[in-house]
């Protein structure tokens, strides 16, 4: 949010203007004939001015935004029950608003969603959404949600990324690759059937430059096989760096 700084206080500068105007004026004395001329001093040339602060947006009216777009993100949940009813978990996004209210960029800084098409489904939600219009220029917001699982629903089994040690270490390389020499540390989340195959998988990163290296991160991902989690499927996370 822009810091305003207060208008210094005029009346004091007044006041001595208006005693200097009062004062009695000297004679104009002649000039020295031996004096040099004065010498022009060159115009100060303008310098340009760069707008690095952000705007102000109200964060009551930001709130209220994420509130309507509840139903459209239960959709994107929803449309994946198919493949698997046990998706849940919470994402943390990042926004920047331009001043017309409209999403410039914006990314999922976290997410233990374990779908990257629910991820990608809930960032073209908030890119399609009228924002409030932040005053003097763009602003960024952050907020968090969790989604929970229909009642009725059992939760996959946690389970220790380390436990899949032999399956996750020979893809390291892969999944670093991916990421073309981007910095950043990626947090992967996947659920894992009773076979061993993966259901679903998706990533997410702090860094917001990161867009088709987490697909090929998630493809990487999907296309292990792990060894059987028991008689229910489970989920893990783990990062790459």
């Known amino acids: ?29 002649a000039p020295d004939p031996k004096s040099p001329p004065p010498v022009k ?21 930001v709130d209220a935004t994420f509130a309507r777009t509840q139903e459209s993100l239960l959709a994107c949940l929803e449309q994946r029950t198919s493949v698997f009813d046990g998706v849940s978990g919470g994402f943390a996004v990042f926004l920047r608003l331009s001043d017309e209210g409209r999403v410039r960029w914006g990314h999922l800084e976290s997410s233990s969603l374990g779908d990257r098409k629910v991820e990608k489904c809930i960032l073209d939600v908030f890119r399609k959404t009228q924002w409030p219009r932040p005053d003097q220029g763009d602003a960024e917001v952050r907020n968090k ?3 929970d699982l229909p009642e009725g629903v059992r939760p996959p ?16 390389p892969k999944l670093a ?6 910095r950043g540390t990626v947090e992967v989340t996947a659920y ?12 997410a990163s702090r860094n917001g430059k990161l867009g088709g290296e987490l697909d090929c991160m998630v493809d990487v991902v999907r296309a292990l096989s792990f060894p059987s989690p028991g008689s229910y499927p489970a989920k893990l996370t783990f990062p790459v760096d």
């Open 1 to 29: 949010m822009r810091r305003v700084r207060p208008f210094a206080p005029v009346l004091p500068a007044l006041a001595a203007l208006a005693l200097t105007a009062c004062a009695p004026r000297e004679p104009a004395r």
């Open 41 to 61: 001093k060159a115009a100060a040339k303008p310098q340009m001015k760069m707008a690095s602060e952000l705007g102000y947006v109200d964060p009551k009216e």
């Open 145 to 147: 949600h969790d989604f």
């Open 157 to 172: 089994q946690a389970l220790s990324a380390a436990r899949f040690q032999n399956t996750l270490g020979p893809a390291l």
């Open 177 to 182: 690759a991916c990421k073309g020499g981007e």
């Open 192 to 203: 894992v059937d009773t076979s061993g195959a993966v259901l679903s998988a998706g990533a």
